[in-house]
């Protein structure tokens, strides 16, 4: 059974500072991976998707990358805003599993 | 092109009530899911359905808890006799396909359950 792990649970950076949110996942046998943001009680936005045969994806200040052997992806913010807080979630689509998610506040 | 659409945004119902909460997904994806949110928590999936069909159901809550998607209308999640423990977030998303090879998942913007 697919479980998807997100380290740290909360985070808190000053604005400018680049920043990394890690996602991992117990079976590897995966098609893809998808990142949604989720603003407190709003719906989540997907990010990015990063395929299984891709090892990155990039859209704007984000970057995640993806390495199935190890069964890790990051999710990369460069130059973080104030705008960017929000909690960050990683999916498995496949296995229709979610991360617990990890509450990123931006400190002006 | 209209994406996932959930109503109603809001839902308050009271102990012993019943809850009913739809989904349409978006136009062309016939595959769809339900989650549910509870308050500082994650998505907690519950059923995934095809046309006619519950795929997996796996998530879903043994008593109290229902889900369809018929050939024509949306899916609908239906929770009998609501307790306050039910008060969380339901979210729908859609996909064209299962394992979502290039689409991944679309989300509705959910509905809000209050039980009082």
């Known amino acids: 059974k697919q479980e998807v792990t997100q380290i740290p649970a909360a985070l808190s950076v000053p604005e400018g500072e680049n920043l990394v949110l890690n996602c991992s996942f117990t079976?590897?046998?995966?098609?893809?991976l998808q990142w949604f943001r989720q603003d407190p009680g709003k719906g989540l936005t997907s990010l990015l998707l990063?395929?299984?045969?891709?090892r990155e994806q990039t859209s704007g200040r984000l970057n995640a990358s993806l390495d199935k052997s190890s069964g890790r992806s990051t999710l990369y913010i460069a130059a973080s805003q104030p705008g960017d807080s929000a909690t960050y979630l990683c999916a498995v689509p496949n296995d229709m599993r979610f991360g617990a998610g990890t509450r990123l506040t931006v400190k002006p | 092109n209209a994406g996932v659409m959930q109503n109603p945004r809001h839902l308050v119902r009271r102990r012993g009530q019943e809850a009913r909460l739809r989904c349409s997904p978006m136009k062309g994806h016939s595959h769809v899911y339900w989650y549910r949110q509870l308050p500082e928590e994650g998505l907690k999936f519950m059923v995934y359905?095809?046309?006619?069909?519950?795929?997996?159901e796996s998530g879903m809550p043994k008593e109290r808890f229902s889900a369809e998607f018929p050939k024509e209308g949306p899916s609908i999640l239906r929770i009998q006799q609501v307790v306050r423990g039910d008060s969380a977030a339901y979210f729908c998303?859609?996909?064209?396909?299962?394992?979502?090879?290039?689409?991944?998942?679309?989300f509705g913007s959910g509905t809000r359950l209050t039980v009082v």
């Open positions: 359905l095809q046309k006619e069909n519950i795929i997996d």
């Open positions: 998303a859609s996909s064209p396909v299962k394992g979502i090879r290039g689409g991944g998942y679309t």
């Open positions: 079976d590897s046998a995966i098609y893809n």
């Open positions: 990063i395929q299984s045969s891709q």
